[in-house]
């Protein structure tokens, strides 16, 4: 194990501790890379995260980003469904949190290694990447079970166009 592999391993151990959850691995995804850690480039970068005031596993989102390098802020809002519209999230890929990296909106539970692509590639024709919904075993939403719900990242467009991140 390496020691960037280390540093990943103990920063969500912790997440998952503090949330109350039992670490278990779950399967990759269609478009992402799992066994690809974040990128030392998140070193420095910010991620602005919006929540509402209800969801508690935005916090433990977001403690997975600031353990990955991420400077995380979190502002906690009401107009959740506002701040989505702001950013151009479409309605069929709204999860709890939205967050702001680079001009990019990431929504929901995003895996950090997209997040760390997106920011490396910079795609032009794209607004922002999502996990719609609350997927079991996605970042910040591990079960003490270890159950999983198949999930894709997705990315959108300013003209409303939809596609898998990558594919």
Do not use: Q
């Not at 403690?63 to 151009?88: C, L, N, P, W």
């Not at 490396?120 to 079991?136: F, K, T, Y």
């Amino acid at each position: 194990m390496n020691r960037r592999s280390l540093i990943a391993a103990l920063g969500a151990g912790t997440v998952v501790w503090l949330a109350g959850c039992d670490a278990a691995p779950r399967p990759p995804v269609a478009g992402e890379d799992a066994a690809t850690p974040p990128e030392p480039a998140a070193r420095g970068s910010s991620i602005h995260v919006y929540r509402d005031p209800e969801c508690g596993c935005c916090e433990a989102w977001a403690a997975i980003a600031r353990d990955a390098g991420y400077a995380v802020t979190v502002e906690s809002r009401t107009d959740m469904s506002a701040i989505k519209a702001r950013h151009g999230v479409p309605d069929e890929l709204h999860s709890c949190h939205t967050a702001i990296a680079d001009g990019y909106a990431i929504e929901g539970h995003v895996p950090l290694a997209s997040v760390a692509r997106l920011l490396a590639e910079r795609p032009a024709d794209i607004r922002g990447i999502a996990v719609p919904g609350m997927p079991r075993g996605s970042p910040g939403m591990e079960m003490p079970d270890g159950s999983v719900d198949p999930y894709r990242v997705m990315a959108f467009g300013a003209a409303g166009r939809i596609s898998v991140f990558g594919a």
